[in-house]
């Protein structure tokens, strides 16, 4: 992050949910705010996503964790949840959508200058932030989760979900385990929906070009990739800090599974969405 400066690549994340809406009428995760948030023009976000092909896959790649997410906290609520997390929450809207009402409570952790610009530009889009939402700052590099989250009147003792998506590669690993440890030691229970990258030298030839086009525009932000796990060894410190089951998706199968015209070429590396729940 530019210390002191709103996320730039929360704007990407969040134009590639609206392109999803009016490229793929969000058949694979449907925001009805994505357009909205932005506070952009349909033919502005069109032009963005039409500027690389490759843009095609990451669009779908990020449709696919959102959903993932949104069918864990929907299975999470129906089991009796009734706290979500959302970490480094930039443009999302899931809390704004939420058809839980005051039953289940939502925190949005972010970058303190990505909060407060997100604060002002739902303000300037007539988003009213529901009563069922409450905000905490953070650097995730800096200050501990459970300290913010507290302050902001998260019950560690009752169960709760965890939605970080689009966050972990920016992360040193220090900050990204520490945030896991706090989340898998949880007393009341947690669940959480992550997404990561495999080590670029592990990717496959044909998928490299997008990787490094990707890596280079976000570095140039000013939000580098600095993090990525191989899936195995990622799985294995997840158990030792307290995650019991733990469900791994690549990002080529996944998107076909919601995609099935979507070709998938046999790929063993590239972007997971990974799903656990503590013990
Ligand atoms: C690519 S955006 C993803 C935003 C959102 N989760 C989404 O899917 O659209 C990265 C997010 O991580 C947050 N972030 C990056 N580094 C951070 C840090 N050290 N502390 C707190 N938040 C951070 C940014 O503020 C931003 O909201």
């Known amino acids: 992050m530019i210390p002191g400066a ?99 409570i939502w925190f949005e952790v972010d970058y303190p200058a990505t909060q407060a610009w997100k604060q002002r530009r739902l303000r300037e889009a007539g988003i009213a932030v529901p009563g069922w939402l409450r905000f905490a700052s953070i650097d995730f590099e800096t200050e501990t989760l459970g300290a913010r989250l507290a302050a902001a009147g998260f019950d560690a003792l009752a169960p709760s979900i965890f939605i970080w998506l689009g966050v972990v590669p920016y992360l040193t690993e220090a900050a990204i385990f520490a945030t896991l440890e706090y989340i898998g030691g949880l007393p ?61 998706f690549l990002s080529g199968p996944i998107i076909a599974e919601y995609l099935p015209e979507f070709a998938v070429t046999e790929r063993a590396r590239g972007g997971h969405i990974l799903w656990a729940r503590s013990g």
């Not at 044909?206 to 990739?225: C, F, K, T």
């Open 6 to 104: 709103p996320s730039r690549t929360a704007i990407s994340a969040a134009t590639h949910r609206a392109a999803h809406q009016l490229l793929d009428g969000g058949c694979i995760f449907a925001d009805r705010l994505a357009l909205r948030i932005l506070n952009a023009e349909p033919a502005e976000i069109l032009a963005s996503a039409s500027a690389e092909p490759a843009r095609g896959a990451i669009r779908l790649f990020i449709a696919c964790r959102h959903r993932v997410a949104e069918d864990a906290v929907a299975r999470a609520v129906a089991d009796g949840v009734r706290q979500v997390v959302v970490l480094g929450a930039g443009l999302d809207t899931s809390a704004y959508r939420s058809v839980h009402g005051d039953d289940v």
């Open 188 to 248: 009341g229970g947690s669940e959480v929906v992550f997404d990561y990258a495999d080590p670029p030298a592990n990717w496959p030839a044909e998928l490299r070009p997008m990787l490094d086009a990707r890596a280079a525009r976000v570095a140039a932000m000013g939000e580098a990739w600095i993090s990525f796990f191989e899936p195995a060894p990622l799985a294995e410190r997840l158990r030792g800090l307290g995650f019991v089951e733990i469900r791994d």
